[in-house]
């Protein structure tokens, strides 16, 4: 497997192989030229075989100077359980920590049970939100959207 950085050129592949591993359109803006070019270095792409297996985009806070945020991961169905999204994340987590970046966020939809897993696997916690779902605490409007999230937060040092 290698791991490298995304070039701004390769979105709309990227773009078309969210849409294919989701199982549908998958539109963001960080699906966009220029989310590559200002985060190149947080946004990783892992290759197995010379094909695209899996990426990762994420960032390094403006607000927050120790923490970095992962956005999106996302890897092929038919490589997931492979390692890739450990790769993924780990390669992430040594560009952050270089930078000076000692947690992690991401979020999750509070149904996916098999992303709270892989997430509490690598060594994330759910962080505590004024609301609970089912057990789990969940961020209403996470995002602006209307949408509930499950915070996942890491400590790298």
């Not at 960032?59 to 997931?80: G, K, N, W």
């Not at 060594?123 to 209403?140: H, K, S, T, Y």
Request: charged share 25%.
């Amino acid at each position: 497997m290698r791991i490298r950085t995304i070039e701004p050129e390769e979105i709309g592949v990227i773009r078309e192989r969210a849409a294919r591993w989701w199982g549908g359109s998958y539109d963001s803006d960080m699906f966009s030229k220029w989310y590559v070019h200002h985060f190149r270095d947080t946004c990783l792409a892992a290759e197995i075989g010379g094909e695209l297996a899996g990426f990762v985009m994420g960032f390094c806070s403006q607000t927050e100077p120790d923490s970095a945020y992962i956005r999106i991961v996302m890897v092929s169905p038919e490589h997931r359980g492979g390692g890739v999204g450990r790769a993924l994340y780990e390669a992430f987590f040594e560009r952050v920590t270089a930078r000076g970046r000692s947690v992690v966020r991401c979020v999750t939809a509070p149904h996916k049970a098999n992303s709270l897993a892989f997430h509490a696997k690598l060594g994330f916690r759910m962080e505590p939100q004024a609301e609970e779902r089912d057990g789990l605490p969940v961020a209403v409007d996470y995002d602006g959207r209307g949408g509930e999230r499950v915070v996942l937060v890491k400590r790298l040092a």
